[in-house]
């Protein structure tokens, strides 16, 4: 049984956080062209990157959601391509594959065929309004907790 493929020009990226390696799957006259590469996670490099894909003509890049490396790949990519993200979870979930060059693959592999699952991405203006108010919630934590610190000081000192 062969499943259909959806996108006849696209790539699958593993992500590391210095490096990411590449799967471009191209379908041209029923014929299936597979290229590997592997770019360090650098502006420069990541530039490269998209206009490599640019010239392949390559529509759908898919990603795993690996810890924040995933973010300056995505905002690279960004208005270029159509950009999905998936959980690592999902995706890590199928045994078996041990190298990054499969793992690319696989990420290219389901991608090709509609089998990735994408998760939400805000774009800019909310990611930095979800920082910010991160920060703000971070920030009275540790008000609060410094606070208590100076309380239980003054109290062991009989200060209170």
């Known amino acids: 049984m062969s499943l259909e493929v959806l996108y006849e020009r696209c790539a699958g990226i593993d992500v590391h956080q210095r490096f990411v390696v590449v799967c471009l799957l191209v379908v041209e006259g029923g014929k299936r062209r597979q290229e590997i590469r592997t770019f360090r996670n650098e502006t420069a490099d990541l530039l490269a990157l998209r206009t490599w894909l640019v010239q392949e003509r390559c529509t759908h890049v898919g990603m795993e959601s690996t810890g924040v490396y995933w973010m300056q790949v995505y905002r690279r990519l960004e208005g270029f391509f159509e950009l999905v993200v998936a959980n ?23 991608l090709q065929h509609g089998l990735f699952n994408p998760s939400f991405v805000p774009n800019q203006e909310q990611q930095d309004l979800r920082d910010l108010t991160r920060l703000r919630v971070s920030l009275v934590r540790e008000r609060t907790r410094l606070v208590n610190r100076v309380h239980k000081v003054l109290e062991e000192a009989g200060m209170k």
Do not use: F, M, N, Y
Request: aromatic share 4%; charged share 25%.
């Open 88 to 110: 690592a979870q999902h995706i890590k979930a199928v045994p078996g594959r041990k190298t990054d060059v499969q793992d690319a693959e696989w990420i290219a592999s389901l």
